[in-house]
């Protein structure tokens, strides 16, 4: 284990790569920590709070091939175990197969989401299945049927302890490991949980269905007319709905050495609506645009409502700006409807999972202002907490200032509370000044108001991706 360093010492990796999504606080950290006793620097952490709030994100251990953020890396999961009203910190990378390869080398061997390098089938080891793309595990961490699972992009998952441990790749009940996208929903009458799965290969997208006790139960699936990057998607009560933007796999693409994922406004947008209770999609054609996150979807009426940020094209950097969304689909009619909330530059959004497919009211997500010191920040970089009203259109706002803040996770009362947003907000944010990380607690009723309360990390937190509040009883 790597010994902790005092802020002001060098805490990241051994190399240098030139990508904004490599410097600063998306800098890599290779030590592994366990901190008792966090300090607590505003606020008090509430006494009746029990959970763990893990976050993952990319993390490469080796400097990389080629690189594009945010779709390679190695899974590190940072967890801030709460109970008592004291809070203790761990990390941990993901211990993928591809890692295990990698760390065999001594150095990179895969090439990039986008931009794949050959990989000899001779690193493998017998009964590693040899693969030309990494799985880094490091988009996401959820909690189903009792299992922590760190989730990539599309590809095989992992189940952690919760320690942080990898125990092994998930396999969902069945014989072989279950192949998961990022983003996963929940259905609130039954548990079960819809994860989508997509190739690069084919224009098949696959809806598995996992009971609330993590079993595989059900896969359906539905053709696209080329193979397509899906995040993200969204459910209802009575829907899986799938929006593709054309952002596409090209092979010939790689093969002249440009990027495999091109986007081909030609091809349009396609909406499928995939009935819950069976029978074929409901199929909606319309202008391009891609997304990465949705919020939350619900049925009102004879209607579809789903919020989401907008990317008017598929960029991984210098793109246009993202903004939120509501779109209003007329499953009946085949059509949609689009209106904005503001201009605000956001992405990340979240909201109160325990009401996930019903109808929500909040929406919480982050965005950038001009009290951020740095000039010309890289995609992804927020200082601000954003709490919108769908019913009013009005924003509530925590403005950190200069500190760098990601998603915030919504963190619901002990007991569930009484309303929508009775809660707190939980995220991760870093003081580029003192290079130092806090874990931010806010009231999810009153954002706008000072902390519930900052706690001190022992080591920097770059910046991530994906996380939940996991309760305990």
Not at 108 to 128: K, Y
Request: aromatic share 10%.
């Amino acid at each position: 284990m790597w010994p902790l360093a005092k802020a002001d010492e060098p805490v990241d990796v051994p190399w240098v790569y030139d990508d904004p999504h490599l410097s600063g606080n998306f800098l890599p950290v290779l030590r592994e920590a366990d901190v008792q006793d966090l300090r607590v620097v505003a606020g008090r952490i509430p006494s009746d709070l029990r959970g763990v709030y893990l976050r993952n994100g990319p993390n490469p251990e080796f400097r990389p091939i080629s690189y594009a953020y945010p779709l390679d890396g190695d899974g590190m999961i940072h967890a801030v175990y709460i109970e008592d009203g004291k809070a203790r910190y761990r990390n941990r990378f993901v211990k993928t197969a591809s890692l295990a390869v990698e760390r065999r080398a001594g150095r990179a061997v895969f090439g990039s989401f986008t931009r794949p390098s050959p990989v000899d089938p001779g690193m493998f080891l017998p009964g590693e299945a040899p693969s030309q793309i990494k799985n880094g595990a490091f988009v996401n961490i959820i909690w189903h049927g009792s299992r922590l699972i760190a989730l990539n992009e599309a590809t095989t998952s992992y189940e952690m302890s919760a320690e942080l441990d990898t125990v092994g790749q998930w396999t969902a009940g069945g014989s072989e490991p279950l192949r998961l996208g990022a983003h996963n929903r929940r259905h609130p009458r039954t548990g079960d949980l819809f994860a989508i799965e997509y190739s690069w290969r084919t224009p098949t997208v696959k809806i598995h269905r996992i009971n609330a006790s993590g079993t595989l139960v059900d896969t359906k699936s539905v053709d696209l007319p080329m193979p397509t990057m899906i995040h993200d998607f969204v459910l209802t009560e009575n829907y899986v709905v799938l929006i593709a933007g054309p952002a596409v796999f090209d092979i010939q693409a790689a093969r002249a050495g440009r990027s495999m994922l091109q986007w081909r406004p030609d091809l349009g947008l396609r909406i499928a609506l995939l009935p819950l209770a069976g029978g074929a999609p409901i199929w909606i054609e319309g202008e391009p645009f891609f997304v990465f996150h949705f919020a939350n979807g619900f049925e009102r009426g004879q209607q579809i409502i789903v919020d989401y940020v907008q990317h008017d094209k598929f960029a991984l950097a210098n793109g246009p700006k993202p903004t939120f969304k509501r779109m209003t689909i007329d499953p009946g009619g085949r059509s949609f409807k689009v209106a904005s909330f503001s201009d605000e530059l956001t992405e990340f959004p979240r909201f109160n999972h325990l009401r996930e497919a019903l109808a929500t009211r909040y929406v919480y997500m982050p965005t950038l202002t001009s009290s951020l010191k740095e000039l010309s920040p890289p995609s992804a970089v927020f200082n601000t907490v954003l709490k919108l009203d769908t019913e009013t259109d009005r924003y509530a706002r925590h403005d950190l200032g200069n500190q760098i803040v990601g998603e915030a996770a919504f963190v619901p009362k002990p007991g569930g509370g009484t309303t929508e947003d009775d809660g707190y907000l939980v995220a991760f944010t870093y003081d580029p000044v003192e290079r130092r990380s806090n874990l931010l607690l806010l009231d999810a009723r009153r954002i706008e108001e000072p902390p519930v309360a900052v706690i001190e990390m022992p080591q920097r937190v770059p910046q991530g991706l994906h996380g939940n509040w996991v309760a305990r009883g």
